[in-house]
């Protein structure tokens, strides 16, 4: 089985005169935590919708998942092939219970196909995510941050290879950042998920991920460890200007 989960080549997508997504190329190493790094209008949202199949990319890209060509693939498929996702915006099913949010997720995403009860795994999750006990809850009663964690519990639910999360932290307070970069660490090791994470909270960002892919204006403009890509100049640029210092709060070394 190769290492690389995830192979993009040539990405680009415009939109009228702007250009969103300009030649974007990386690899995906199975069992990485990928941080996409970018400040507001880089590409990044537009990434993960190319990536996912809500989106299609100009001519001549390449998006290869283990080993199998998705351009042109529908998101619900590009789902059961083993991607998953959350969206910046909460996007539940409104009239179901937080427990049908996460089956609907499991089987939307090729559940069927999982082994042992799916009941018993969306169960799991929610305790797991800090729902336990509101299984029976309509969804659109949730907090914000309830919703936050439901949109994780319901990406999970099938066991994705890949686990794409847009913003996971926003609109939670400190000790809930905690608890949730705890739950995506142990899932990550637990279940040796592979993520992509897009997140403006910096410091949780560094201390979560093992390498940074910067984005500015839709095109790569540093990839590395994430004390390097503190350090980086064009990053440092996009984020405050030239002549400054960038402290991102890095828990790596900076």
Not at 146 to 154: G, H, K, P, S
């Amino acid at each position: 089985m190769s290492a690389t989960l995830l192979e993009v080549r040539n990405l680009n997508k415009h939109f009228g005169g702007l250009h969103a997504v300009k030649n974007v190329g990386f690899d995906i190493v199975r069992g990485e935590v990928v941080g996409i790094l970018g400040p507001n209008g880089a590409g990044k949202t537009t990434l993960y919708n190319l990536l996912t199949g809500f989106i299609p990319p100009d001519a001549g890209a390449t998006i290869r998942f283990q080993g199998q060509n998705i351009l042109g693939v529908a998101p619900h498929r590009i789902a059961g092939l083993g991607i998953s996702r959350t969206f910046q915006l909460c996007r539940p099913f409104v009239g179901l219970s937080v427990l049908e949010n996460v089956l609907v997720g499991a089987l939307g995403a090729g559940g069927a196909k999982i082994a042992g009860n799916l009941d018993a795994r969306a169960r799991e999750l929610l305790q797991r995510v800090g729902l336990g006990g509101k299984e029976a809850v309509p969804v659109e009663v949730l907090s914000y941050g309830d919703q936050r964690r439901l949109e994780i519990a319901r990406a999970l639910a099938a066991r994705p290879a890949l686990l794409l999360l847009d913003e996971p932290f926003a609109g939670l307070g400190s000790g809930e950042i905690d608890d949730l970069s705890r739950l995506i660490r142990q899932v990550h090791a637990d279940e040796g998920l592979t993520v992509l994470l897009i997140e403006h909270k910096l410091r949780e960002f560094m201390r979560l991920v093992d390498r940074v892919i910067a984005l500015d204006f839709g095109e790569v403009i540093a990839e590395g460890l994430p004390e390097a890509i503190v350090k980086h100049p064009a990053v440092i640029e996009a984020y405050i200007g030239r002549d400054n210092t960038l402290d991102l709060g890095a828990g790596h070394a900076a």
